[in-house]
T-cell receptor, first 110, second 113 residues
Framework: QKEVEQNSGPLSVPEGAIASLNCTYS??????FFWYRQYSGKSPELIMF????GDKEDGRFTAQLNKASQYVSLLIRDSQPSDSATYLC??????????FGSGTRLSIRP | GAGVSQTPSNKVTEKGKYVELRCDPI?????LYWYRQSLGQGPEFLIY????????DSGLPNDRFFAVRPEGSVSTLKIQRTERGDSAVYLC???????????FGPGTRLTVL
C-alpha cells in the first residue's frame, strides 16, 4: 500500500460542474495536508492546506479532511477549463516527512 | 515579491559527470526542501534543511547525492558520477517552517546522456 494514494485519472468533468478529487493516506499520525495543482511542464502550486477535521473553503475550492477514515478530498466548484491540470495531494506524516501522491489528472471539458 | 528560483533551468550532462543544481529560497524561509520528480509521478522527497543543517536527508537515494546550505539561504544539490537514472526534474521548495505550506521553484530538468 502506498503511503499516499490518489486515483491517477484522468477525471473528466463538464465545465461548470463540481470536480471531486480524493486522497487516502496510511500514517494515522499525519498532521498536515496539502493540495497542489501542477500544469504540464510547470512546478506544483499550492491550492489549499488543511490541518483539522472538517471542511475548509477558499473561493471555488473546498478541502475536506477526515482523520478517522484517513482521507482528504478537494472539491472544485464551477469547474473551468483552466482547472485542467494534475492535482497532487501531500501529507506530512507523524515522522514529519512530507509525502506526495502521484497525482490525479483532471480534465474540464467545455 | 520574489519566489523560489532555481538554476540552471535545464542541464544536460554525460554519464559519470558531476553536476550542481542551485536553489535560492524565498527570503525569510528557514525551511528548504529538495525533491525529484519523474514523469507521471509526484515529487519524491530528497532532503530537508532547517537553517544551515540537514534535518532530514533520508530521501537521498545514495551517497552520490549531497546537498549543502552553508549560510542558511541558498542551497546546492550535488550529484557525483551521474547515471542515466538520475534524469528527472529536480524541484526545490521553501517554507516558513516544517509544517507550513511549501512554495516551489520552477525546477531544473536534468538529462543524463
Amino acid at each position: 500500500q502506498k503511503e499516499v494514494e490518489q486515483n491517477s485519472g484522468p477525471l473528466s468533468v463538464p465545465e461548470g460542474a463540481i470536480a471531486s478529487l480524493n486522497c487516502t493516506y496510511s500514517d494515522r499520525g499525519s498532521q498536515s495536508f496539502f493540495w497542489y495543482r501542477q500544469y504540464s511542464g510547470k512546478s506544483p502550486e499550492l491550492i489549499m492546506f488543511i490541518y483539522s477535521n472538517g471542511d475548509k473553503e477558499d473561493g471555488r475550492f473546498t478541502a475536506q479532511l477526515n482523520k478517522a477514515s484517513q482521507y482528504v478530498s478537494l472539491l472544485i466548484r464551477d469547474s473551468q477549463p483552466s482547472d485542467s491540470a494534475t492535482y497532487l495531494c501531500a501529507v506530512i506524516g507523524g515522522a514529519s516527512k512530507i509525502i506526495f501522491g502521484s497525482g490525479t489528472r483532471l480534465s474540464i471539458r467545455p | 515579491g520574489a519566489g523560489v528560483s532555481q538554476t540552471p533551468s535545464n542541464k544536460v550532462t554525460e554519464k559519470g559527470k558531476y553536476v550542481e543544481l542551485r536553489c535560492d529560497p524565498i527570503s525569510g524561509h528557514t525551511a528548504l526542501y529538495w525533491y525529484r520528480q519523474s514523469l507521471g509521478q509526484g515529487p519524491e522527497f530528497l532532503i530537508y534543511f532547517q537553517g544551515t543543517g540537514a534535518a532530514d536527508d533520508s530521501g537521498l537515494p545514495n551517497d552520490r547525492f549531497f546537498a549543502v546550505r552553508p549560510e542558511g539561504s541558498v542551497s546546492t544539490l550535488k550529484i557525483q558520477r551521474t547515471e542515466r537514472g538520475d534524469s528527472a526534474v529536480y524541484l526545490c521548495a521553501s517554507s516558513l517552517g516544517r509544517y507550513n505550506e511549501q512554495f516551489f521553484g520552477p525546477g531544473t530538468r536534468l538529462t543524463v546522456l
